[in-house]
Protein backbone atom coordinates (compact mmCIF):
# COMPACT_ATOMS: atom_id res chain seq x y z
CA UNK A 1 0.00 0.00 0.00
CA UNK A 2 2.93 2.11 0.95
CA UNK A 3 4.32 2.07 -2.44
CA UNK A 4 1.46 2.94 -4.65
CA UNK A 5 0.65 6.07 -1.68
CA UNK A 6 4.23 7.07 -2.28
CA UNK A 7 4.06 7.23 -6.06
CA UNK A 8 0.38 8.45 -6.14
CA UNK A 9 1.57 11.96 -4.00
CA UNK A 10 4.82 12.38 -6.02
CA UNK A 11 3.00 12.54 -9.20
CA UNK A 12 0.57 15.02 -7.62
CA UNK A 13 2.90 16.90 -6.21
CA UNK A 14 4.86 16.88 -10.37
CA UNK A 15 1.88 16.84 -12.14
CA UNK A 16 3.29 13.85 -13.53
CA UNK A 17 0.42 11.78 -15.47
CA UNK A 18 2.75 9.02 -16.55
CA UNK A 19 4.06 8.08 -12.93
CA UNK A 20 0.26 8.52 -11.65
CA UNK A 21 -0.89 5.60 -14.52
CA UNK A 22 1.86 3.24 -13.14
CA UNK A 23 0.14 3.30 -9.86
CA UNK A 24 -2.60 1.67 -11.80
CA UNK A 25 -1.52 -0.58 -13.53
CA UNK A 26 -2.15 -4.55 -14.02
CA UNK A 27 1.14 -5.49 -14.79
CA UNK A 28 3.73 -5.70 -12.12
CA UNK A 29 6.93 -3.59 -13.53
CA UNK A 30 9.90 -5.79 -14.07
CA UNK A 31 12.18 -4.10 -11.49
CA UNK A 32 9.62 -5.15 -8.50
CA UNK A 33 8.16 -8.22 -10.25
CA UNK A 34 5.82 -8.72 -6.37
CA UNK A 35 4.36 -5.63 -6.12
CA UNK A 36 0.55 -6.47 -7.18
CA UNK A 37 0.34 -9.01 -4.80
CA UNK A 38 1.94 -7.28 -2.06
CA UNK A 39 -0.48 -4.15 -2.82
CA UNK A 40 -3.39 -6.89 -2.93
CA UNK A 41 -2.12 -8.40 0.38
CA UNK A 42 -1.65 -5.32 2.28
CA UNK A 43 -5.56 -4.80 2.99
CA UNK A 44 -8.71 -7.04 3.04
CA UNK A 45 -12.02 -6.02 1.38
CA UNK A 46 -13.17 -5.23 5.19
CA UNK A 47 -10.42 -2.68 5.51
CA UNK A 48 -10.15 -1.84 2.05
CA UNK A 49 -11.86 1.61 2.40
CA UNK A 50 -10.49 3.36 4.76
CA UNK A 51 -6.73 1.59 4.06
CA UNK A 52 -6.89 3.43 0.70
CA UNK A 53 -8.44 6.52 1.97
CA UNK A 54 -6.02 7.52 4.56
CA UNK A 55 -3.05 6.19 2.51
CA UNK A 56 -3.67 8.44 -0.22
CA UNK A 57 -5.44 11.29 1.64
CA UNK A 58 -3.05 11.40 4.69
CA UNK A 59 -1.83 14.57 3.44
CA UNK A 60 -3.93 15.92 1.02
CA UNK A 61 -4.90 19.15 2.74
CA UNK A 62 -1.34 20.32 3.51
CA UNK A 63 1.03 18.47 0.26
CA UNK A 64 -1.74 17.88 -2.32
CA UNK A 65 -4.45 20.24 -1.63
CA UNK A 66 -7.21 17.98 -3.06
CA UNK A 67 -10.83 19.08 -2.80
CA UNK A 68 -12.54 16.72 -0.73
CA UNK A 69 -14.67 15.48 -3.84
CA UNK A 70 -11.37 14.97 -5.78
CA UNK A 71 -9.75 12.94 -3.09
CA UNK A 72 -13.17 10.60 -2.46
CA UNK A 73 -12.67 10.15 -6.58
CA UNK A 74 -9.29 8.75 -6.16
CA UNK A 75 -10.66 6.09 -3.44
CA UNK A 76 -12.82 4.52 -5.26
CA UNK A 77 -10.52 4.14 -8.22
CA UNK A 78 -8.05 2.57 -6.32
CA UNK A 79 -10.64 0.87 -4.58
CA UNK A 80 -11.67 -0.44 -7.64
CA UNK A 81 -8.30 -1.34 -8.69
CA UNK A 82 -7.53 -3.28 -5.47
CA UNK A 83 -10.59 -5.61 -6.28
CA UNK A 84 -9.09 -5.89 -9.76
CA UNK A 85 -5.62 -7.12 -8.98
CA UNK A 86 -7.47 -9.74 -7.18
CA UNK A 87 -8.76 -10.86 -9.97
CA UNK A 88 -5.67 -10.92 -11.84
CA UNK A 89 -3.62 -12.45 -9.14
CA UNK A 90 -6.50 -15.57 -9.57
CA UNK A 91 -5.78 -16.36 -13.55
CA UNK A 92 -2.54 -18.05 -12.64
CA UNK A 93 -4.46 -20.52 -10.83
CA UNK A 94 -6.13 -21.54 -13.63
CA UNK A 95 -9.94 -20.81 -12.76
CA UNK A 96 -12.43 -21.32 -15.38
CA UNK A 97 -13.94 -17.65 -16.54
CA UNK A 98 -11.31 -16.09 -14.78
CA UNK A 99 -10.39 -13.52 -17.53
CA UNK A 100 -14.03 -12.41 -18.10
CA UNK A 101 -13.91 -11.80 -14.14
CA UNK A 102 -11.02 -9.92 -14.57
CA UNK A 103 -12.40 -7.72 -17.52
CA UNK A 104 -15.96 -7.01 -15.05
CA UNK A 105 -13.32 -5.51 -12.27
CA UNK A 106 -11.42 -4.13 -14.51
CA UNK A 107 -14.38 -2.18 -16.21
CA UNK A 108 -15.27 -0.85 -12.93
CA UNK A 109 -11.56 0.66 -12.64
CA UNK A 110 -12.16 2.35 -16.12
CA UNK A 111 -16.12 3.20 -14.69
CA UNK A 112 -14.75 5.04 -11.41
CA UNK A 113 -11.74 6.96 -13.76
CA UNK A 114 -14.61 7.86 -15.97
CA UNK A 115 -16.60 9.58 -13.53
CA UNK A 116 -13.73 10.94 -11.74
CA UNK A 117 -13.18 13.02 -15.19
CA UNK A 118 -17.04 13.98 -15.59
CA UNK A 119 -17.88 14.56 -11.75
CA UNK A 120 -14.85 15.53 -9.29
CA UNK A 121 -13.05 17.55 -11.95
CA UNK A 122 -9.60 15.53 -12.58
CA UNK A 123 -6.72 17.48 -14.47
CA UNK A 124 -6.42 17.30 -17.50
CA UNK A 125 -2.32 16.31 -16.53
CA UNK A 126 -3.80 12.82 -15.40
CA UNK A 127 -5.00 11.53 -18.95
CA UNK A 128 -2.47 8.77 -18.86
CA UNK A 129 -4.61 6.68 -16.70
CA UNK A 130 -7.36 6.74 -19.08
CA UNK A 131 -4.59 5.32 -21.47
CA UNK A 132 -3.70 2.53 -19.18
CA UNK A 133 -7.47 1.66 -18.15
CA UNK A 134 -8.46 1.73 -21.90
CA UNK A 135 -5.45 -0.46 -23.54
CA UNK A 136 -6.00 -2.86 -20.50
CA UNK A 137 -9.61 -3.01 -20.74
CA UNK A 138 -9.17 -3.93 -24.50
CA UNK A 139 -6.21 -6.55 -24.12
CA UNK A 140 -8.82 -8.32 -21.08
CA UNK A 141 -11.71 -8.49 -23.69
CA UNK A 142 -9.99 -10.39 -26.08
CA UNK A 143 -8.38 -12.41 -23.63
CA UNK A 144 -12.27 -12.75 -22.47
CA UNK A 145 -13.47 -13.68 -25.45
CA UNK A 146 -10.81 -16.07 -26.52
CA UNK A 147 -11.07 -18.17 -23.39
CA UNK A 148 -15.21 -17.79 -23.66
CA UNK A 149 -14.44 -19.49 -26.95
CA UNK A 150 -11.90 -21.85 -25.71
CA UNK A 151 -14.38 -23.28 -23.32
CA UNK A 152 -17.48 -23.87 -26.52
CA UNK A 153 -14.90 -26.09 -27.86
CA UNK A 154 -14.22 -23.43 -30.32
CA UNK A 155 -10.43 -23.56 -31.89
CA UNK A 156 -8.76 -19.68 -32.34
CA UNK A 157 -7.74 -18.08 -35.53
CA UNK A 158 -7.04 -14.91 -34.37
CA UNK A 159 -4.41 -14.04 -36.63
CA UNK A 160 -0.94 -12.37 -36.83
CA UNK A 161 -1.87 -8.81 -35.74
CA UNK A 162 -4.47 -7.97 -32.59
CA UNK A 163 -6.35 -5.50 -35.17
CA UNK A 164 -7.16 -8.83 -37.88
CA UNK A 165 -10.87 -9.81 -36.95
CA UNK A 166 -11.46 -13.07 -35.21
CA UNK A 167 -12.30 -16.20 -37.54
CA UNK A 168 -14.53 -17.81 -34.98
CA UNK A 169 -17.26 -17.19 -32.63
CA UNK A 170 -18.12 -13.54 -31.24
CA UNK A 171 -16.86 -10.87 -29.47
CA UNK A 172 -19.37 -9.57 -27.14
CA UNK A 173 -16.50 -8.94 -24.22
CA UNK A 174 -14.81 -7.04 -26.95
CA UNK A 175 -17.99 -4.61 -28.34
CA UNK A 176 -18.78 -3.79 -24.71
CA UNK A 177 -15.24 -2.55 -24.39
CA UNK A 178 -15.22 -0.99 -27.29
CA UNK A 179 -18.84 0.48 -26.42
CA UNK A 180 -16.56 1.33 -22.85
CA UNK A 181 -13.72 3.21 -24.92
CA UNK A 182 -16.41 5.42 -26.74
CA UNK A 183 -17.37 6.68 -23.49
CA UNK A 184 -13.70 7.69 -23.08
CA UNK A 185 -13.68 9.72 -26.28
CA UNK A 186 -16.68 11.41 -25.39
CA UNK A 187 -15.13 12.01 -22.61
CA UNK A 188 -12.35 13.99 -24.39
CA UNK A 189 -13.95 15.89 -27.43
CA UNK A 190 -16.17 17.07 -25.35
CA UNK A 191 -14.15 18.82 -23.03
CA UNK A 192 -14.25 22.51 -22.90
CA UNK A 193 -11.84 23.30 -20.62
CA UNK A 194 -9.01 25.81 -21.59
CA UNK A 195 -6.78 23.41 -24.20
CA UNK A 196 -3.34 23.94 -21.99
CA UNK A 197 -5.86 21.68 -19.44
CA UNK A 198 -8.17 20.03 -21.75
CA UNK A 199 -8.81 16.43 -22.29
CA UNK A 200 -8.98 16.66 -25.46
CA UNK A 201 -4.81 16.13 -26.19
CA UNK A 202 -6.05 12.65 -25.43
CA UNK A 203 -7.92 12.00 -28.28
CA UNK A 204 -5.70 10.53 -30.97
CA UNK A 205 -4.34 8.05 -28.42
CA UNK A 206 -8.39 6.69 -27.82
CA UNK A 207 -9.19 7.27 -30.98
CA UNK A 208 -6.44 4.72 -32.36
CA UNK A 209 -7.54 2.32 -29.54
CA UNK A 210 -11.37 2.51 -31.13
CA UNK A 211 -9.67 2.27 -34.68
CA UNK A 212 -8.17 -0.98 -33.13
CA UNK A 213 -11.24 -2.53 -31.61
CA UNK A 214 -13.32 -1.42 -34.58
CA UNK A 215 -10.80 -3.66 -36.96
CA UNK A 216 -10.67 -6.35 -34.63
CA UNK A 217 -14.47 -6.48 -34.32
CA UNK A 218 -14.77 -6.48 -38.39
CA UNK A 219 -16.83 -2.95 -37.82
CA UNK A 220 -14.74 -0.81 -39.66
CA UNK A 221 -17.22 1.01 -40.91
CA UNK A 222 -17.67 2.54 -37.29
CA UNK A 223 -13.86 3.84 -38.06
CA UNK A 224 -15.80 6.58 -39.91
CA UNK A 225 -17.83 8.13 -37.85
CA UNK A 226 -15.17 8.85 -35.45
CA UNK A 227 -13.20 10.34 -38.10
CA UNK A 228 -16.38 12.80 -38.69
CA UNK A 229 -16.34 13.60 -34.98
CA UNK A 230 -12.78 14.56 -34.98
CA UNK A 231 -13.20 16.64 -38.32
CA UNK A 232 -16.04 18.18 -36.92
CA UNK A 233 -14.30 19.43 -33.76
CA UNK A 234 -11.06 20.72 -35.72
CA UNK A 235 -10.74 23.92 -35.44
CA UNK A 236 -11.29 23.20 -30.97
CA UNK A 237 -8.38 20.71 -31.03
CA UNK A 238 -4.72 21.36 -30.67
CA UNK A 239 -2.87 21.38 -34.05
CA UNK A 240 -1.85 17.31 -34.94
CA UNK A 241 1.59 18.39 -35.26
CA UNK A 242 1.69 19.30 -31.27
CA UNK A 243 0.56 15.89 -29.82
CA UNK A 244 3.00 12.72 -29.46
CA UNK A 245 4.48 11.55 -32.56
CA UNK A 246 3.54 7.89 -31.80
CA UNK A 247 -0.07 8.97 -31.49
CA UNK A 248 0.11 10.64 -35.16
CA UNK A 249 2.07 7.84 -36.45
CA UNK A 250 -0.51 5.42 -35.62
CA UNK A 251 -3.43 7.55 -36.76
CA UNK A 252 -2.30 8.36 -40.01
CA UNK A 253 -1.99 4.33 -40.40
CA UNK A 254 -5.38 3.66 -39.35
CA UNK A 255 -6.98 6.59 -41.70
CA UNK A 256 -4.27 5.23 -44.28
CA UNK A 257 -6.01 1.91 -44.35
CA UNK A 258 -9.40 3.01 -44.07
CA UNK A 259 -9.02 4.78 -47.54
CA UNK A 260 -7.44 1.70 -49.33
CA UNK A 261 -10.04 -0.52 -47.93
CA UNK A 262 -12.39 2.20 -49.41
CA UNK A 263 -10.60 2.29 -53.03
CA UNK A 264 -9.12 5.93 -52.43
CA UNK A 265 -6.15 4.61 -53.32
CA UNK A 266 -4.52 8.33 -53.81
CA UNK A 267 -5.39 9.63 -50.16
CA UNK A 268 -4.63 6.24 -48.79
CA UNK A 269 -1.45 6.37 -50.51
CA UNK A 270 -0.43 10.19 -49.25
CA UNK A 271 -1.66 8.90 -45.57
CA UNK A 272 0.74 5.11 -45.70
CA UNK A 273 3.82 7.42 -46.73
CA UNK A 274 3.86 10.04 -44.12
CA UNK A 275 3.45 7.20 -42.08
CA UNK A 276 6.40 5.49 -43.54
CA UNK A 277 8.42 8.73 -43.38
CA UNK A 278 7.35 9.33 -39.76
CA UNK A 279 7.65 5.56 -38.34
CA UNK A 280 11.02 5.10 -36.47
CA UNK A 281 13.40 3.14 -38.60
CA UNK A 282 14.05 0.96 -35.64
CA UNK A 283 9.95 -0.07 -35.34
CA UNK A 284 10.60 -2.75 -37.59
CA UNK A 285 7.27 -4.08 -37.27
CA UNK A 286 5.15 -1.49 -37.69
CA UNK A 287 7.33 -0.32 -40.91
CA UNK A 288 6.03 -4.16 -42.22
CA UNK A 289 2.51 -3.77 -41.27
CA UNK A 290 2.65 -0.17 -43.24
CA UNK A 291 4.20 -1.62 -46.17
CA UNK A 292 1.87 -4.66 -46.18
CA UNK A 293 -0.86 -1.75 -47.92
CA UNK A 294 1.80 0.88 -49.24
CA UNK A 295 2.99 -1.84 -51.69
CA UNK A 296 -0.61 -2.34 -53.45
CA UNK A 297 -1.29 1.50 -53.30
CA UNK A 298 2.05 1.96 -55.31
CA UNK A 299 0.87 -1.06 -57.53
CA UNK A 300 -2.00 0.98 -58.40
CA UNK A 301 -1.50 4.36 -58.41
CA UNK A 302 2.24 4.55 -59.91
CA UNK A 303 2.49 1.02 -61.25
CA UNK A 304 5.83 0.43 -59.34
CA UNK A 305 6.81 -2.33 -57.19
CA UNK A 306 8.88 -2.76 -54.41
CA UNK A 307 12.60 -3.27 -54.88
CA UNK A 308 14.43 -6.28 -52.99
CA UNK A 309 16.40 -4.14 -51.22
CA UNK A 310 13.36 -2.28 -49.36
CA UNK A 311 11.91 -6.21 -48.64
CA UNK A 312 15.06 -7.26 -47.82
CA UNK A 313 14.50 -7.04 -43.91
CA UNK A 314 10.89 -8.42 -44.17
CA UNK A 315 10.79 -11.99 -44.39
CA UNK A 316 6.93 -12.28 -44.80
CA UNK A 317 6.82 -9.90 -47.16
CA UNK A 318 8.85 -11.26 -49.36
CA UNK A 319 7.00 -14.60 -49.09
CA UNK A 320 3.79 -13.02 -49.77
CA UNK A 321 4.77 -10.35 -52.52
CA UNK A 322 8.16 -11.75 -53.96
CA UNK A 323 6.74 -14.22 -56.58
CA UNK A 324 3.32 -11.99 -57.13
CA UNK A 325 6.26 -9.03 -58.12
CA UNK A 326 8.06 -10.86 -60.06
CA UNK A 327 5.15 -12.34 -62.14
CA UNK A 328 3.94 -8.81 -62.61
CA UNK A 329 7.27 -7.78 -63.97
CA UNK A 330 7.42 -10.69 -66.41
CA UNK A 331 3.99 -10.44 -67.85
CA UNK A 332 3.40 -13.96 -66.29
CA UNK A 333 -0.23 -14.65 -65.95
CA UNK A 334 -0.03 -17.74 -64.68
CA UNK A 335 2.58 -17.27 -61.69
CA UNK A 336 0.24 -14.04 -61.35
CA UNK A 337 -2.62 -16.82 -60.30
CA UNK A 338 -0.11 -19.28 -58.68
CA UNK A 339 0.99 -16.40 -56.12
CA UNK A 340 -2.11 -15.23 -55.82
CA UNK A 341 -3.31 -18.01 -55.23
CA UNK A 342 -0.71 -19.83 -52.69
CA UNK A 343 -0.87 -15.95 -50.46
CA UNK A 344 -4.91 -16.05 -50.78
CA UNK A 345 -5.27 -16.89 -47.13
CA UNK A 346 -2.79 -14.08 -45.85
CA UNK A 347 -4.29 -11.39 -48.34
CA UNK A 348 -7.83 -12.27 -47.64
CA UNK A 349 -6.92 -11.38 -43.76
CA UNK A 350 -5.16 -8.26 -44.07
CA UNK A 351 -7.98 -7.44 -46.93
CA UNK A 352 -5.33 -6.69 -49.63
CA UNK A 353 -6.00 -9.83 -51.98
CA UNK A 354 -9.39 -7.47 -54.17
CA UNK A 355 -6.71 -5.01 -54.45
CA UNK A 356 -3.71 -6.77 -55.79
CA UNK A 357 -5.99 -9.08 -58.14
CA UNK A 358 -6.45 -5.71 -60.20
CA UNK A 359 -2.65 -6.26 -60.43
CA UNK A 360 -2.99 -8.81 -63.28
CA UNK A 361 -4.00 -6.09 -65.82
CA UNK A 362 -0.83 -4.67 -65.04
CA UNK A 363 0.54 -7.82 -65.82
CA UNK A 364 -1.35 -8.47 -68.94
CA UNK A 365 -0.19 -5.04 -69.95
CA UNK A 366 3.30 -6.06 -69.46
CA UNK A 367 2.72 -9.18 -71.96
CA UNK A 368 1.38 -6.99 -74.22
CA UNK A 369 3.80 -4.63 -74.28
CA UNK A 370 6.47 -7.21 -74.54
CA UNK A 371 4.77 -8.57 -77.73
CA UNK A 372 4.88 -5.16 -79.07
CA UNK A 373 9.14 -4.95 -78.76
CA UNK A 374 9.52 -8.32 -79.64
CA UNK A 375 7.72 -7.44 -83.13
CA UNK A 376 10.69 -5.63 -84.78
CA UNK A 377 10.80 -3.26 -87.00
CA UNK A 378 9.30 -2.36 -90.02
CA UNK A 379 11.17 -2.21 -93.69
CA UNK A 380 12.78 1.38 -93.71
CA UNK A 381 12.09 3.79 -96.48
CA UNK A 382 13.77 5.89 -98.52
CA UNK A 383 17.13 5.70 -96.06
CA UNK A 384 14.84 6.92 -93.43
CA UNK A 385 15.58 5.07 -89.55
CA UNK A 386 13.86 2.04 -88.93
CA UNK A 387 10.19 2.56 -86.66
CA UNK A 388 8.66 -0.18 -84.56
CA UNK A 389 5.67 -1.98 -86.18
CA UNK A 390 2.58 -0.03 -85.73
CA UNK A 391 0.38 -2.84 -86.46
CA UNK A 392 0.27 -6.14 -84.58
CA UNK A 393 -1.81 -8.89 -85.97
CA UNK A 394 -4.28 -10.00 -83.30
CA UNK A 395 -2.83 -13.54 -83.47
CA UNK A 396 0.37 -12.56 -82.12
CA UNK A 397 -1.01 -11.03 -78.54
CA UNK A 398 -3.20 -14.52 -78.79
CA UNK A 399 -0.17 -16.89 -78.78
CA UNK A 400 1.02 -14.42 -76.27
CA UNK A 401 -1.13 -14.43 -73.98
CA UNK A 402 -1.88 -18.65 -74.53
CA UNK A 403 2.09 -19.03 -73.78
CA UNK A 404 2.29 -17.00 -70.39
CA UNK A 405 -1.54 -18.56 -69.47
CA UNK A 406 -0.61 -22.04 -70.22
CA UNK A 407 -3.89 -22.21 -71.69
CA UNK A 408 -2.68 -25.26 -73.68
CA UNK A 409 -5.88 -26.89 -73.68
CA UNK A 410 -7.76 -24.47 -75.36
CA UNK A 411 -7.24 -21.76 -78.32
CA UNK A 412 -8.21 -18.39 -77.57
CA UNK A 413 -10.65 -16.71 -79.84
CA UNK A 414 -9.78 -13.47 -81.62
CA UNK A 415 -12.48 -11.88 -80.65
CA UNK A 416 -11.35 -12.58 -76.80
CA UNK A 417 -8.11 -11.45 -77.81
CA UNK A 418 -9.70 -8.64 -79.28
CA UNK A 419 -11.98 -7.78 -76.00
CA UNK A 420 -8.47 -7.99 -73.75
CA UNK A 421 -7.40 -5.66 -76.07
CA UNK A 422 -9.71 -2.92 -75.86
CA UNK A 423 -10.58 -3.66 -72.38
CA UNK A 424 -6.79 -2.79 -72.07
CA UNK A 425 -6.70 0.15 -74.25
CA UNK A 426 -9.44 1.82 -72.67
CA UNK A 427 -7.31 1.18 -69.30
CA UNK A 428 -4.31 2.46 -70.09
CA UNK A 429 -5.83 5.57 -71.83
CA UNK A 430 -7.87 6.91 -68.49
CA UNK A 431 -4.43 6.69 -66.81
CA UNK A 432 -2.67 10.44 -66.15
CA UNK A 433 1.13 7.87 -67.39
CA UNK A 434 2.00 5.23 -69.66
CA UNK A 435 4.38 4.26 -66.97
CA UNK A 436 5.41 0.54 -66.90
CA UNK A 437 6.18 -1.51 -64.43
CA UNK A 438 9.68 -2.27 -63.58
Request: proline share 4%.
Amino acid sequence: MDIISRDFRAAHMNYSGPLLATTITPIAPLDDPTRLKRFFHSSSSFAISNDIRSSLLAHANTELRFSKVEGNAWVDVYIAYWKATGGILTVDDGETGAWSKVYESWKEVTNALVRGYSNSGFDAWTIPCLYVTARYLRAFAIKADEEQRTVNGVSLGIGMQDDVAAEHGKNETLEDAARMINRIFTLCISDRAPLENSRKWGLYYTTNLLFKTYFKLNSIGLSKNILRALQASRNDMPPMEAFPKSHIVTFKYYVGVILFLEEDYVQAETYLTDTWNMCHKDAQRNRELILTYLIPCHLLTTHTLPTTHLLAPYPRLQRIFGDLGQSVRRGDLAGFDEALANGEDEFVKRRIYLTLERGRDIALRNLLRKVYLVGGFEEPKDGAPPLRRTRIPVVEFGAAIRLRNKTTDRLLENDEVECLLANMIYKVCTLTSYDIVV
